[in-house]
């Protein structure tokens, strides 16, 4: 009989980016960390939007829009470092325009569903819940896509720290 951790780990090295035992261990610590990166990013989210909505008096969707653009940043900067372990210089190309092409989605799609709640309840709890759903409908393409991105700026971070000590004669 397999445990649960066996068929999370038989998924993961089925069907993630990586193939070893290791890597899959590797992929599911990484997956909890961008759970938690998430679960940061939605506290903040969330505060902004309901800032914006009790104090400014904002639409549902312009309040979204506010507070996405808002969570955004430290969103990256969390993935970045702590979620895929990348190091050094961000690629514009290869990581920041990705992220926010992403981040930009993302912003549309929940900033359409916040409006949407916010014209059908006119409750700022309801925009909350619209603002959430918009975002679940790409949280997960946007962890798979990112962990590609990001991986591959990780080893070629390797590669070159590789370089640089075979370059020293270690």
């Known amino acids: ?3 649960d951790e066996g068929i999370t780990l038989r998924f993961v090295m089925q069907f993630g980016s990586k193939t070893t035992r290791s890597d899959a261990v590797g992929n599911i610590g990484r ?3 961008y759970m938690l990166v998430s679960a940061v990013n939605v506290a903040n989210h969330q505060l902004v939007l309901q800032l914006a909505l009790y104090f400014l008096g904002w639409s549902g969707g312009l309040a979204n829009a506010f507070a996405a653009t808002t969570a955004a940043v430290p969103a990256y ?3 970045r470092h702590w ?3 990348v190091r050094g ?3 514009m190309r290869g990581e920041i325009l990705p992220f926010w092409g992403i981040a930009l989605l993302g912003l549309v799609v929940s900033s359409l569903t916040a409006e949407a709640a916010d014209r059908l309840f006119d409750h700022a709890l309801m925009v909350s819940v619209g603002s959430i759903a918009g975002y679940f409908i790409v949280w997960v393409a946007k962890f798979l896509l990112l962990d590609r991105l990001f991986d591959g700026s990780r080893a070629a971070a390797d590669e070159q720290s590789d370089d640089a000590l075979v370059g020293e004669g270690v």
Do not use: H, L, Q, Y
Request: glycine residues 14%.
């Open 1 to 3: 009989m397999i445990g």
């Open 31 to 33: 997956a909890g960390r």
């Open 77 to 79: 900067f969390m993935s």
């Open 83 to 85: 979620v895929w372990e």
């Open 89 to 91: 210089r961000s690629s």
